[in-house]
């Protein structure tokens, strides 16, 4: 008689552990959809730099996500994917496809890391996603990179809905070899992105001059040939060692506060939009200011406000802005300084008419040579309280023509004889001299 082979109690044991973690895994994803967060580490991502950790954040996004063929139907997700402190090693993208409310957190930025490695083309590609929120976390390097960019924002035909409300809070990109950090709306046939917003986001390239492939653009911004690409806004964001920190392409962009450095160009800009406006900005270290790729006559409006940009590094002859559109171009309480001599100036190459308004600007360049026409269209600019900065201040009003002519206008007719309602004395001096002025430029046309 044949005896029965005696039960191996360690594959008993192994069988009832591996029951129990399956158990535990079970639970862990249940309680997820419970409490609103899918935790990256009840999906089996270990966030140890050496295990790949794709296919577990990958599955926490999909567990996240309502069915749905994304192409014809807009999902919707359950709750925040959330990663935990750690280094995620990634070796292929993490996708989010036609998703409305994706919500994808670290736990901040110094403590939450995504580490591709190897050679893909991008870390995070989002596909027609809405209302939703990224961020908390830094995309580093491994030594082991080439990705096109960091992160991706979209439309292509496999996602049934437009991007649109999108906000990007606390990311950090550094140290990869990449060709840019944000792309928005470039390679996706140029199909509806708009209302996207980025709050205290860095990006830290290594463009060196003369480097043509990649770290050619910080945060690179798309044409909207097919559709409307339109609305971003930056606020406190940094751009440093980028052929071009910010990129936009016929678009409408706010820039809000925030450090721009080491640049070839600060900041980019192609095309005409309705609104484009810069201000708080400090700028060290950088070649340009504000380039363009040339002369159009298409009409655009730019304001730049409020910027220190420190003039080391700027080569002859000097030109800081250079600027190839129509339209309006305004430059208030703008500062060239730390300039060891130099003398920065206003290029602008439209083959257009612009209006070119300066305010409360100082600059060490004389104020009938900060203008360098270089365009074959016309121009008026209008300088107010403009200080050249090597001690002569002017104290007039400065009106430039096409011809190269500087008229100056001093106001003659304020007077302290007319009645305001006022408190002191001064408030209704003051009030007649503003009031006086708004008459005169009323009177020159300078103003409706």
Sequence with gaps: ???????????????????????????????????????????????????????????????????GTPDSVTRKFAGAVYLPPGHYLITAPL??????????????????????????????????????RIGGF???????????????LEWTTAASRSTSHVVFDDIWVRNLTVRAGFSIGVDSGARQIDLV????CAVVGTWVSGESTDWQRGFEIGSGTNANILAFSFNYCE?????????????????????????????????????????????????????????TSTAAQLTIQDVDFHCGVLVSPFRFIQYGQAGTLTLIDIHTSNDSGKTPQLEFQTTGEISINLIGCASPTAVTGFIHDNGAGTYVATFIGYHQTDGAVSTGFYREGDAGDVEIYTPT??????????????????????????ADLQTLGLIG
């Design 239 to 295: 751009a440093n060692s980028w052929a071009r920190g910010v990129s936009v392409d016929a678009t409408n962009m706010l820039w809000n506060g925030g450090i721009t450095q080491n640049n070839e160009t600060d900041f980019w800009i192609s095309g005409a939009a309705s609104v484009q406006s810069i201000r708080h900005v400090r700028s060290e270290g950088s070649e340009f200011f504000l380039t363009g790729p040339g002369a």
């Design 197 to 200: 917003d980025f709050f205290a």
């Design 1 to 67: 008689m044949t005896l029965p082979s005696p039960i191996d109690t360690r594959q008993v044991d192994d069988h009832l552990s591996s029951h129990e973690n399956w158990h535990e895994t079970l639970h862990a994803r249940h309680n997820a959809r419970l409490n609103n967060v899918f935790n990256v580490k009840d999906y089996g991502a270990i966030g140890d730099e050496i295990v790949d950790d794709t296919a577990a954040i990958q599955a926490a996004i999909d567990d996240a996500t309502s069915d």
């Design 95 to 132: 996708t989010a496809v036609s998703i409305q409310g994706f919500t994808f957190v670290g736990a901040g930025s110094e403590l939450t890391f995504i580490r591709p490695t190897g050679t893909f083309d991008t870390c995070l590609d989002m596909d027609g996603i809405s209302h939703g």
């Design 138 to 152: 830094t995309i580093v390097g491994s030594g082991t990179h080439d990705l096109d960019s960091a992160i991706k």
């Design 413 to 438: 007719n304020v007077t302290t004889d007319r009645s305001y309602d006022a408190d002191t004395v001064l408030v209704a001096e003051l009030a007649d001299v503003v009031g006086t002025l708004i």
